[in-house]
């Protein structure tokens, strides 16, 4: 009988979330199966070490353990089948922990799961220092687990130089991951900026080269990678303009929005530019990972299926009521 493991996403955006999951199993463990509900995924994994590598990297996961047992109900008698056959897998904990996702159950309804559960294994539903049985509610779905994993994880290292507008180290380690580069891979970010992308990326153990066209923003990128005792070179040039051959991934965030010069170049035309230097410079089985104003979002699907590429997948942000973003995950033809 197949072992199951849960995954716990963040619910910020569960799309993003789930495709990180499912990329991250593409690279650890591509037999692997994956089921998802709201905010939760079910993965049976064929490779025994498949979730340590998915917990060391992944962005967007709260929690990973092992699945004792699940299931789908649809009335109240299963309900209390399940409570019934969790007693018996519950033995060695003193208390159960129940969690909600999505808060689709009613108020009572939660309530009276948690006092079958408490009624039906014996076990309270209240702290205590050991392990709890950890009970999981997603939708129609109930499972109980035993968790391995929550993450506690703090940034390797320390911008000395930033601005406003860089994205955040778990966004930038979002993007790396959707690119799918394999330990020891070359990265390469065309738009550097303050340098987050490639410092996440040096943090988690691949290969960057950061370029960007301003030398102010260079000065204080190479700051940065100096603090920090990073042995990357950053690259003073027009990412339009110039020539990578064979990097495993890009992975960027073009400037665009408020705070975020162009140097007098739209938006399509920039992204038009990019693009094209980018699916000459990615090998062939890798991909490129970039963001775009939602507004954009036409031009740049035509300029990707003119450019040779294809969009493998998109994925939507809302930043604040004038920004949203689109992360495109692209891949040559």
Known sequence: MPVFFYYILSGENEDISE??????????????TCSCSPMICLVSHVKDDAW???ARR???????????????????????????ETRSRGEGFEWIHVTQLKNLWGEVEFHRLIETLEKKTGLEARFKR??????????NTIISGKTLFKPRRKMGYLKVFDRSIAITPRLARTLINLSAIREGGVLLDPFVGTGTIILEARSMGFIGIGVDIDWSIIQGFNRNLVYNRIPSIPVLSDSSKASFLNVDSIVTDPPYGRGASTRGVEVKGLVEAFLNRALDSVNRSGRIVFMTPVEVEEDVDDIIASSGGYVKSKHYMYVHSSLGRIIYVVAPV
């Open 19 to 32: 495709s990180e999951l499912k990329t991250l199993l593409e690279i650890y463990d591509e037999n692997s």
């Open 52 to 54: 340590v590598r998915v």
């Open 58 to 84: 992944a962005a967007n996961i709260r929690e990973i353990g092992v699945v004792l047992h699940h299931r789908v109900v649809s009335d109240w008698s299963e309900v209390e089948d399940f409570a019934e």
């Open 130 to 139: 050991s392990p709890p049985l950890r009970v999981i509610v997603s939708g």
